[in-house]
C-alpha cells in the first residue's frame, strides 16, 4: 500500500496576505464580525486615536483574542499570546499583531466592567435577530474554584488553633532563651532561637490581623488571597470560590444574564437574577423557573407579586415523600381563629414567633392531650406535645406548590434541565472551566460573562449558520453607537 509522507523541506509560499490565512466559512470570521458589531463606547472602553505615548494596542483587537481563545478553552494569557505566534486562525483574527501575555493579562484584568457588558450588548443583538422573546427564563447556579487554595481560608477557631500553637511556641523558645543564660559554660549561638522566636511572633501578629479583620467583616471565613471568595462544597469536595449564575431563554437556550456570587447556595437569587435579566431585556418575563435550590419563599414572593408567574419546586415536593397520618399537611388550618386542628381534632393555639421570627409556632394547649392519646409515639413524642411551624407566608408557599403541581407547568419545569444545565455542562467539561483565573468578585463576574458570550455565539452559529449569521452581524452599523436605540425603546447610549 502507498503511504503519504510529508516534506519540511518543501518549497511554498504563504498566501500573498494574512486575509487568505483562513477559509470564508471559518467560524473565526463569525467572531470578528460580532465584535465589529458592539460599539466599545457602550463597553465603557475610550479609544483615543490621537492620544500622546506608546501606542496601544486596539481594545477590539484584544476583546476579539479574549472571546475566540475562551470560546476554544485557551483562557491563560501565556497560552493566548503562543496562539497569536502559531495558530492562523489567531494570526488572521489579530491582524498579525503579536501582543505578549502581561499586555492580554493586563488588559483583562483593567476591563472587568466592559467584559461583563459585553454579554449586554450580545443579548440585545440576539433580540434583533429575533433569537429571544424573554418569555420563559430559567436560572441556575454552579460553583466554580477561585484563584485561590482553601488552604488560605481562615475562620475564628482556626485563628484560635494557630494563635495558641503560636504562643506554645514563643513560650518554649522564651524559656528556651532563658535556660542558656543561666548556663555559664559553652554557651550555643542565639541565632536559631531568635529566629524561631521572630517565626512565632510574626505568625502570631498575622493571626491577630486576620482575627480582626473577620470580626470587622462580618463574615465566617476569610481567605487571605481572594477576600472576596466563599467556602464552596460541591460534588468534588469544598474548596474556595464562587457560585456561577445564568439565566437562560427558552425559545433557545440563549444566556441572557450572568453572575457570580460569593455565596455556598442560591437561596435569595432567584429575584435578583430574575430582575438583572428583565433590566437586560427592557420588560418582565412571563414565567420564571428555578430548581428547589431556590425555594426561599421570602424571595420567590417579590417576582410574584411582580406578576410573573414562578415555577420553583419547595424541598417537600422534590424528594417525593407522601404525607403521613400526623404529618403537618393533614393538620387542618383555621385563619379566623388563628389555630391548627390535628387528625383527632385536637386544637393547637399559637404560641408566638420561631427563633428566626420568620415562621410561628403552633402548640397543643395541654400537654396532658397528647401524652394520653393513642397515637402518642407516632404524632409525637415530645413530653411537651405536638408542635406545627407555620411561616408567614405559608399561603403563598402553598399557592406556589399548587402552580408547581399543574401539567403545563410540569412541561415547563422538564424544559429546565435541557435549557439550563447544558450551559455549565458546556463550561466545564467542553471548555475546560474548573477554576477562573481573575481574583475577586468582579473579576469571577467577567469570567462568566465572557463564557456566556462564547456559548451564545457558539448557539447563533448553530442556529443561523455561518453565512446568515455573518451576514447578519455585517449588516449591523458599526459606528453608531445608538445602533441598539432600534432594538430597546427607551434605550440610550451609556446605558449598561
Keep these: 500500500m502507498a503511504i503519504r ?5 518543501q518549497m511554498e509560499l504563504l498566501p500573498p496576505s494574512i486575509e487568505q490565512y ?25 479609544i483615543e486615536p490621537l492620544k500622546e505615548g506608546n501606542p496601544c494596542y486596539d481594545p477590539k483587537a484584544m476583546i476579539k483574542l479574549l472571546l475566540y481563545g475562551y470560546s476554544y478553552g485557551v483562557r491563560s494569557s501565556r497560552k493566548l499570546e503562543r496562539e497569536t505566534h502559531y ?35 450580545c443579548v440585545r443583538l440576539c433580540l434583533k435577530l429575533d433569537l429571544i422573546d424573554g418569555n420563559i427564563l430559567f436560572v441556575d447556579g454552579s460553583k466554580i474554584r477561585g484563584n485561590a487554595s482553601i488552604k488560605n ?113 442560591d437561596q435569595g437569587q432567584f429575584s435578583v437574577q430574575i430582575d438583572q435579566a428583565g433590566r437586560v431585556l427592557g420588560k418582565p418575563c412571563r414565567t420564571a423557573v428555578a430548581d428547589a435550590g431556590f425555594a426561599d419563599t421570602e424571595d420567590l414572593g417579590k417576582i410574584d407579586r411582580q406578576g410573573i408567574q414562578v415555577v420553583v419546586p419547595t424541598a417537600r415536593l422534590v424528594s417525593g415523600k407522601k404525607a403521613g397520618e400526623f404529618d403537618k399537611r393533614n393538620f387542618n388550618y383555621d385563619p379566623k381563629r388563628s389555630c391548627y386542628y390535628c387528625p383527632r381534632g385536637e386544637v393547637l393555639v399559637n404560641n408566638g414567633l420561631s427563633r428566626k421570627r420568620k415562621s410561628r409556632v403552633y402548640r397543643i394547649n395541654k400537654a396532658a392531650i397528647c401524652l394520653k ?63 477562573f483565573l481573575l481574583r475577586g468578585q468582579e ?48 434605550y440610550s447610549a451609556g446605558n449598561n
Design 373 to 435: 392519646c393513642p397515637a402518642f409515639g407516632k404524632c409525637t413524642t415530645a413530653r411537651l406535645g405536638r408542635k406545627v411551624t407555620r411561616l408567614d407566608q405559608e399561603a403563598l408557599r402553598q399557592k406556589l406548590e399548587e402552580e408547581y403541581a399543574l401539567s403545563e407547568n410540569q412541561a415547563i419545569y422538564k424544559r429546565r434541565q435541557q435549557k439550563v444545565e447544558l450551559v455549565f455542562g458546556h463550561f466545564k467539561r467542553n471548555l475546560g472551566v474548573n477554576s
Design 87 to 121: 495558530n492562523l486562525s489567531f494570526i488572521w483574527l489579530m491582524g498579525g499583531l503579536k501582543p505578549d501575555h502581561k499586555t492580554i493579562a493586563e488588559f483583562r484584568r483593567k476591563n472587568k466592567e466592559a467584559l461583563k457588558r459585553a454579554l449586554t450588548q
Design 22 to 46: 483562513v477559509a470564508e466559512d471559518a467560524p473565526v470570521r463569525v467572531y470578528d464580525a460580532f465584535v465589529e458589531a458592539i460599539d466599545p463606547a457602550e463597553l465603557g472602553i475610550s
Design 153 to 265: 481560608t481562615w475562620d475564628e477557631s482556626k485563628c484560635r488553633k494557630i494563635l495558641a500553637k503560636a504562643e506554645q511556641r514563643i513560650s518554649e523558645a522564651l524559656a528556651e532563651a532563658e535556660a542558656l543564660d543561666r548556663a555559664e559554660d559553652s554557651l550555643p549561638s542565639m541565632v536559631k532561637i531568635k529566629e524561631g522566636l521572630e517565626d512565632a511572633l510574626s505568625l502570631k501578629e498575622r493571626v491577630t490581623a486576620i482575627m480582626a479583620e473577620l470580626e470587622q467583616s462580618g463574615k465566617k471565613s476569610l481567605n487571605t488571597v481572594d477576600k472576596e471568595c466563599a467556602r464552596i462544597n460541591s460534588l468534588h469536595g469544598t474548596g474556595a470560590g464562587y457560585n456561577a449564575q445564568v439565566v437562560v431563554d427558552d425559545k433557545h437556550g440563549l444566556i441572557v444574564s450572568s453572575d457570580a456570587i460569593s455565596a455556598n447556595f
Design 443 to 490: 473579576g469571577a463576574k467577567a469570567e462568566v460573562a465572557i463564557l456566556s458570550v462564547c456559548f451564545d455565539v457558539r448557539r447563533m452559529l448553530s442556529l443561523l449558520g455561518h453565512r446568515m449569521l455573518l451576514e447578519r452581524l455585517k449588516a449591523c452599523p458599526q459606528t453608531n453607537p445608538y445602533f441598539l436605540c432600534n432594538i430597546f425603546p427607551g
Design 5 to 9: 509522507e510529508g516534506n519540511r523541506l
